[in-house]
């Protein structure tokens, strides 16, 4: 069976993101030699999805889609799901298998934690149980996909030593990063590290280092840190293997509960009705 692996990245106005996920999937070819890997994205950036899967149809048999994306909102359950339904119509000699988003697991708090470790370590190591953690997403209006993001807080409370572990988002939703600064100085944090739950970098991270620099300001008692994102790492690499090994595993059935579901149908034609 002729078969491409599509790696559908969000896409970012910044094009160091985009370069990003370049570097990363090209990395990630180097362990799959051989393999046809292509990329496409959802927004910001070319080949968009609909070009990507097209491509990928092309002297292929069948196209495992595999979202490089953290947690499943709108993009993930909806979108994705109605444009792979237009491609299946378009090329019906073609499978087209959808795969899990990276989701909360425990490489990723792993990857987290080295990044948490390695800002304490520009602080010289201060006591964790006066250094609040912020960890920081995009936010979305899926609550699903927000609770993750509070799950991995809870997670690295558990496996780390702070005290105070909070979580806080870019937009969308809140709490806002400024408020549990707030709260957390209120309650005797001395020091704190902002850790941001992106995979790479774009306008957000950057957004983000502004942030910080006026909080260091606005508290010239406290001392900031903030964490690298995610980034190119082995960590990443065996995950987004895992997602491919569970997809070719699924006997040509997809991964994600919204492919074909029909509440991601009603989504999308609610969607095209209010444009």
Known sequence: MRETILVIAHGSRDPDG?????DFVDFWRT???GERIETCYIEFAE???????ERAAQDSDRVLALPLILNAAGH???EIPGIIRLAREKCPGVEFVYGRPLGCEEPILKLLRMRLH??????????PKNTGVILLGRGASDMAANGEVAKMARWLFETTR???VEYAFTGITYPRLESVVQRMVQNGMMQLVVLPYYLFTGRLIKRITRQVERLEGQYPHIAFAQAGYLGVNEHLIRLLDRRLEELRGANGASMMECDCCKFSQLA????????
């Open 31 to 33: 362990k799959h030699p």
């Open 18 to 22: 985009n370069q990003e996920v370049e």
């Open 47 to 53: 080949p968009l999805l609909a070009a990507g899967l």
């Open 76 to 78: 993930v359950k909806a």
């Open 118 to 127: 390695s800002a304490m370590v520009t602080l010289d190591m201060p006591d």
């Open 268 to 275: 999308e034609d609610h969607h095209e009705t209010a444009e």
């Open 162 to 164: 702070h005290d105070l």
